[in-house]
């Protein structure tokens, strides 16, 4: 019989998406008081996947990754993910009575294992964490890099995104490592 325990301390990061790098910056620092400062923040790197944003969030989206340097429980990813969703409604704008964001953010955790995206959306490869929060498994460890999956989005599939959370990937055993001690 199996025993429950503890998964251990996970890497918080958003995904961002704007076509305004100063809100980019000014969400940024929201989000470093809020989780406890930044560890790694990407280059703004332009994204050109699809045009499903466009109308809400303009020409010329940039995505910023930004990863925090304290470390949360996965349960936790649930009220941060709707605690992005309270921070995009206050910068929402007004477009002929409809509101349209301007900023998008998708929080996630990533363990040397796996990366963990979470969205308001269901569908056949999320499973639902409560709250209308819905995890998917995004990029997992495979020979000692994270790999994407078929179901993965074109941006996290991306050679510079996956530099990125591959490198990243060695800090969180060296985060997790000093967690356990430092406990």
């Not at 325990?5 to 990061?13: I, Q, S, Y």
């Not at 429980?73 to 206050?90: A, C, F, H, S, Y």
């Not at 963990?116 to 000692?144: A, M």
């Amino acid at each position: 019989m199996g025993v429950p325990k503890d998964p251990g301390p996970v890497m918080l990061f958003a995904g961002m998406l704007s076509g305004d790098p100063g809100l980019m910056d000014d969400v940024e620092k929201n989000l470093a008081e809020k989780y406890g400062g930044i560890h790694y923040r990407s280059e703004d790197l332009p994204w050109n996947y699809t045009t499903y944003y466009r109308k809400e969030l303009g020409e010329g989206i940039r995505r910023r990754f930004i990863f925090f340097r304290d470390l949360i429980v996965p349960d936790e990813i649930v009220g941060i993910k709707l605690e992005t969703n309270r921070i995009e409604g206050r910068y929402l704008r007004d477009e002929g009575g409809e509101p349209l964001r301007r900023i998008n953010l998708d929080p996630g955790y990533l363990d040397p294992a796996k990366v963990v995206l979470v969205s308001t959306k269901d569908f056949s490869h999320r499973i639902y964490l409560g709250s209308g929060i819905y995890g998917e498994l995004t990029l997992t460890n495979i020979g000692g890099v994270f790999r994407p999956l078929p179901y993965t989005y074109p941006d996290y599939r991306a050679e510079e995104t996956l530099r990125i959370f591959n490198s990243i990937r060695g800090d969180s055993v060296l985060l997790r490592r000093r967690s356990r001690t430092s406990a």
